[in-house]
C-alpha cells in the first residue's frame, strides 16, 4: 500500500507535533498500521502500532507522550507527538500491512518510504 508521511519538522523541547500518514487502496482499512522511527545511528524502531479497529500499542519510550490513530474513512493515519525529547530525533515512517508484520517490522528493504524528519532541539 503505498503510503506518504508528512508533519515533520524542528520544534523545540516540549513541543508538539501531528504527523500524517496518507495511504491508499481498498486495503488500507483492514490492516494494521505502525510509525517506526530511525535516529540518527540508530537501527529503525517500531514506536506505535494500531489494529484496524483502532486498539493502540506504543513503545515504552513513547507511551503517555504520543498517541496513534486512523481515519479508515480517509485512509489516514496519525501521530500526535506532545512534550517531545531529543530523543525523539530521527526520520518517521509508517507502514500498513498484517498486524504480525507491522509488530515484528520484517518489511522488504527497498519498501520503506522516504518517511518525514522530526528534529527536536534543546
Known amino acids: 500500500v503505498p503510503l506518504v508521511e508528512s508533519g515533520g519538522g524542528l520544534v523545540q523541547v516540549g513541543g508538539s507535533l501531528r504527523l500524517s500518514c496518507a495511504g491508499s487502496g481498498s486495503k488500507f482499512s483492514s490492516n494494521a498500521m505502525g510509525w517506526y522511527r530511525q535516529a540518527p545511528g540508530k537501527q529503525r524502531e517500531l514506536v506505535a502500532a494500531i489494529t484496524p479497529t483502532g486498539s493502540p500499542n506504543y513503545a515504552d519510550s513513547v507511551r503517555g507522550r504520543f498517541t496513534i490513530s486512523r481515519d479508515n474513512a480517509k485512509n489516514m493515519g496519525y501521530l500526535q507527538m506532545n512534550s517531545l525529547k531529543t530523543e525523539d530525533t530521527g526520520v518517521y515512517y509508517c507502514?500498513?500491512?498484517?498486524?504480525?508484520?507491522?509488530?515484528?517490522?520484517?518489511?522488504?528493504?527497498?519498501?520503506w518510504g522516504q518517511g518525514t524528519q522530526v528534529t527536536v532541539s534543546s
Open positions: 507502514k500498513v500491512g498484517p498486524l504480525v508484520t507491522v509488530v515484528t517490522g520484517t518489511w522488504p528493504a527497498d519498501s
